[in-house]
């Protein structure tokens, strides 16, 4: 059996391991998103430019979306880590 020190060490571990791994998919999945969604309204705008306001409202409505879902999972890293 492992002793107490060791063993919240492997906890302090485990806990910094989860934090940054929330972190890095909640950082890399909504930048994909975010990419996909600018590259999509352009290809829009670009074949219909008299859209151009209704595809800009909609798409920057969408990123924003997509980046609270970044700043949802850097709350969870942070609670993770620190709780």
Do not use: C, W
């Not at 934090?19 to 352009?42: C, D, E, N, W």
Request: charged residues 10%.
């Amino acid at each position: 059996m492992a002793e107490p020190a060791n063993l919240n060490e492997s906890l302090a571990a485990v806990k910094n391991i989860a934090a940054a791994a929330t972190i890095v998919l909640g950082a890399v999945f909504p930048s994909i998103a975010i990419g996909k969604i600018g590259a999509h309204a352009l290809d829009a705008i670009g074949r219909n430019p008299e859209a151009a306001n209704k595809i800009q409202t909609a798409m920057i409505l969408a990123i924003a979306f997509a980046e609270a879902i970044a700043i949802y999972s850097l709350v969870i890293s942070l609670i993770v880590k620190f709780v």
